[in-house]
């Protein structure tokens, strides 16, 4: 079957998307530096509320003031004192942009609370190029998840042994190379994640002078660090059909399998990246709904 020239988005959604596109581009300066002084302007966000919304409080959280590091907890508002699950999410946003208060992320991370009725733990991490990191989900955080789990998993019985890590959750993760795969040459000028726009996201990303092989960017290129660990739970990994990083992110999923992972490859032939933030497409909900069985 012949795929479509472009995916099927309402108009305000095509909109909002040219608009961020615009934006980010019109922030990322030639010097490798972001004006975020015009990024304040557009990125929408929203404040944490004790005080139930949508059947979802919120409150954020400091770890560690001097890094910036600190989450935002979303409890639903009908949690029994029974278990329920904890989901740490890591936002999107190329590891340069956004936060867990950006409005986008502010109201997914309370649908996936109010729907699969689950405690969600949104990251706020230091973001590049002010702060060049290893660790980099969905996206940029999709690549953190993997690192994130193999540093628990390689002390799994030790530091962490009063730590059950159930699985991960990798949307359309942003993973990379040097090589130019089929997916980045057909779908080179994409909103948002263009092959020039994810170049110059490694750039300010990756250490000095690494190239998009390193093994942040590359988990199973040239550079792979020996291994997975035994620990590692099983995972699910999302592709989106007008996604340009969709070749990368099946490459992930068949090095896992290789060797001897049990993951899940959930594909959705019309979507673009980041199609899970609108919820006015049909793919968002029905993502959701995946995601409420994986963790169930």
Same mark, same amino acid.
């Given at each position: 079957m012949t795929q479509r020239a472009s995916p099927p988005l309402p108009w305000k959604t095509r909109l909002y998307i040219a608009l961020l596109s615009a934006v980010t581009d019109g922030a990322r300066r030639s010097d490798g530096t972001i004006n975020r002084c015009i990024l304040s302007f557009f990125d929408a966000r929203s404040s944490a509320s004790a005080k139930p919304r949508r059947g979802v409080r919120t409150a954020d959280v400091? !770890?560690?003031?001097? =890094? $910036?590091?600190?989450? =935002?907890?979303? !409890?639903?508002?009908s949690a029994s004192s029974g278990r329920i699950p904890v989901i740490v999410y890591f936002h999107g946003g190329g590891f340069a942009y956004l936060s867990p208060a950006s409005r986008a992320y502010d109201a997914f991370c309370r649908r996936i609370c109010r *729907?699969?009725?689950?405690? !969600?733990?949104? !990251?706020?991490? =230091?973001?590049?190029? *002010?702060? =060049?990191?290893?660790?980099? %989900? $969905?996206?940029? %955080? %999709?690549?953190?998840?993997?690192?994130?789990?193999r540093r628990w998993a390689a002390d799994a019985a030790g530091r962490w042994k009063n730590l059950r890590l159930a699985g991960m959750v990798l949307i359309q993760p942003f993973f990379g190379g040097e090589e130019r795969t089929e997916s980045e040459m057909r779908l080179a000028g994409a909103p948002l994640v263009s092959v020039e726009r994810t170049d110059w996201l490694w750039r300010v990303f990756l250490p000095e002078g690494a190239g998009r092989d390193h093994e942040a960017a590359n988990v199973f290129g040239p550079r792979a660090d020996g291994e997975l660990e035994a620990a590692l739970p099983q995972a699910m990994v999302v592709v989106g059909g007008f996604d340009p990083l969709q070749d990368w992110q099946r490459r992930y999923y068949e090095g896992m399998t290789a060797r001897g992972k049990a993951v899940r490859l959930l594909e959705y032939p019309d979507a673009i990246h980041a199609f899970y933030v609108f919820p006015e497409l049909n793919q968002s909900a029905a993502f959701i709904e995946e995601l409420k069985a994986f963790i169930e």
């Open positions: 400091s !770890v560690d003031p001097s =890094r $910036d590091l600190w989450f =935002r907890l979303f !409890v639903p508002s *729907e699969i009725n689950a405690l !969600v733990v949104s !990251v706020n991490y =230091r973001l590049a190029p *002010e702060h =060049r990191c290893f660790l980099a %989900g $969905d996206s940029a %955080g %999709g690549n953190m998840v993997h690192h994130v789990a």
